[in-house]
């Protein structure tokens, strides 16, 4: 069965970043359908899969990492407005039977993506 996961990695301090909000959304034909949210654990990841079966579709997804209040719980110094504050990773998903792991590298001036397994 297919399904959606994530996590992120606070990679300026090298451990899992918890507590990030990230919200879900499904886009169809440009306009962005809000299908859920989750808040990362201890461990940077979400306690269950952000969508699978019959809610987990082909077609073409966001994810949108709300980074900037993540960096300000852990006093991370910045001018405002921060550099980066709201993170948007649009990807699609050809095979909805396959897992698709879109995890987040983050640090407070940079970060990248990847599918992983």
């Known amino acids: ?54 809610t987990f579709t082909p077609g073409e997804y966001e994810l949108v990492f709300h980074a900037g209040d993540y960096l300000r719980v852990q006093g991370v110094e910045a001018e405002e407005p921060r550099f980066l504050d709201v993170i948007p990773l649009r990807f699609g998903v050809a095979d909805a039977d396959q897992h698709y792991h879109v995890p987040l590298l983050l640090s407070p001036y940079g970060y990248s993506t990847y599918r992983g397994s």
């Open 1 to 54: 069965m297919g399904r959606l996961t994530t996590h992120v990695l606070d990679t300026a301090k090298g451990q899992p970043a918890q507590g990030i909000t990230i919200d879900i959304f499904h886009v169809v034909a440009g306009h962005r359908e809000h299908v859920g949210e989750a808040v990362t654990n201890a461990e940077g990841r979400c306690d269950a899969p952000l969508l699978e079966g019959e």
